[in-house]
């Protein structure tokens, strides 16, 4: 009941980006290549992509894809027996990560602008996703990053809302770029709370893996209450959906956050790297552009 | 009837690739390419995908990936109405590999091992191949594939058997490459049968395409009597069937007949480029590898 009485008034914080066409051979693709990570077994692999395909029909174009994200992956869940197909993989990126980490601090003692710098690390920490086709080399990317031009950058709005905020949430994507996040939790000098998932789905950041991470030494840890790849707020815990009611900052990595919040009329700020063609037409930017936007609370 | 008391006997010329994984991702990635080329209208492409992706389910891993792109194809004529999605980009590749076809013929003048070299040209225009995610640039590839080592090639053989040959066939895949197939059957310089697809699928080359490549100037042309992007022996036409079963030689071109043959005892030499993971892998080659094999009939 809580739940229905809470996500009444939040009706319109989700208008969010909606699936395309090209998102569904996709969805395909990631059930296959996360089937592959759970299990050597042909069959239940092909039994993920058979429910998968049998689903493509019944799920709304209206919908986002981190909801069928989050179908995926419990199926794949269900039919592994495995839980977290990705905890080996997500253990090794956050100990690569915070190998790096003394490094990515020393760029920051070196930074003119210290909050831009600091976005362009946790931006940089961004390819770290095993939802995506693509491979990543963490120290070659991070470099070019570091000197990328920013396709959107409202950097000016964010330092306003930054000097005047008061309740913070940092809405983490990956395992890994957590390690990232610190460096902007830590030039943002303000109390911030840390949204993790609440169960694994790819390789984004749960409670274990923030805290594996670092994040609770300098930040407040709350999971979403839900196992989407993304944030949707009428589905959040009530304890969270509490406090994004009171924010008046929150900082949206990544694109599965990004896709469920496109279209929030809630203080959002999204940093991410448009890493496929659909987010990059979506947000008029180039794929591989980087991004800090302003949601429409702001417009 | 007749169907089914002649389909008997060819029981054992099938024992064909597999469906794989990889290919069911790619099942709906052929399905939006191709529903974008047939129509604009976003919600007969979503109909389209609906449809394969409930097909998924009940289609067995033995059957092969072209009898999945018989079913995809006919999706996609049925939805959008249109008949012969490719038939603009047909007429285009036919034209651009007849413009390039003096060229062709000036190679061949010059050639040292001219049956080799025919060879290799008929591969060079397997490259036109609208089914596949890959673009290709007839001119430069052509002049690649001429001087590219060729992962199998058992040309001895197909230089013995050629000379004893007194039925050929001659399985055609793509428009366009129907031009360079001519410079092949010049070379065999005997009577070649040419098949083609009974219906438009993909841009595979039909009795209307082969008359424009100019085939019926040096090959009779026959219908294979199915619309698969293959050829399925029991599926083919009386006429067709009982070619096959007097035929001494048989040239397979592609993927699409590779795929439907691939475990055949008929006496097949199949000719073709690598253009996927998946049939990379089947045949031990790389991918881009170029082939020229002979089936178990010769084992």
Redesign the interface.
Same mark, same amino acid.
């Given at each position: 009941m809580l739940r229905i009485l809470i996500s009444e008034p939040y009706s319109n914080y989700n208008k969010p980006m909606r699936t395309y #066409? +090209?998102c569904?051979?996709?969805f #395909?693709?990631q @059930? #296959?290549n996360t =089937?592959?990570i759970a299990t050597p077994d042909?069959a239940k692999?092909?039994k993920m #992509?058979?429910?998968? =395909? +049998?689903?493509?029909?019944s799920f709304p @174009?209206s919908a986002t894809p981190p909801e069928m994200g989050q179908i995926i992956y419990k199926t794949i869940r269900d039919i592994s027996g495995v839980d977290d197909p990705y905890k080996a993989q997500k253990a090794v990126h956050i100990q690569q990560s915070l190998a790096i980490f003394p490094s990515l601090q020393d760029i920051m003692t070196h930074a003119d602008d210290k909050l831009l710098t600091a976005i362009r690390i946790a931006i940089a920490g961004n390819i770290i996703d095993l939802g995506m086709e693509k491979s990543f080399d963490l120290k070659n990317d991070l470099d070019k990053i570091l000197h990328q031009k920013m396709a959107i950058c409202d950097i000016q709005n964010f330092k306003s809302q930054l000097i005047k905020a008061n309740v913070i949430l940092y809405l983490g994507d990956n395992s890994g770029e957590s390690v990232f996040d610190r460096i902007l939790i830590e030039a943002m000098n303000k109390p911030v709370t840390y949204v993790v998932r609440d169960k694994p789905v790819i390789n984004d950041v749960t409670y274990a893996d923030a805290i594996a991470s670092g994040i609770d030494s300098i930040a407040d840890i709350i999971t979403s209450g839900s196992d989407a790849p993304g944030t949707f707020v009428d589905r959040c815990s009530p304890e969270l959906q509490q406090l994004i009611k009171k924010a008046d900052l929150i900082i949206s990595k990544g694109q599965g956050n990004f896709e469920s919040l496109s279209e929030t009329i809630l203080p959002v700020f999204f940093l991410l790297k448009a890493k496929c063609p659909v987010i990059a037409n979506h947000l008029g930017v180039l794929e591989d552009d980087i991004v800090l936007k302003q949601s429409n609370f702001f417009a």
């Open positions: #066409l +090209d569904i051979p996709c #395909l693709k @059930t #296959l =089937g592959r042909e692999i092909r #992509l058979d429910v998968i =395909g +049998d689903q493509i029909k @174009t």
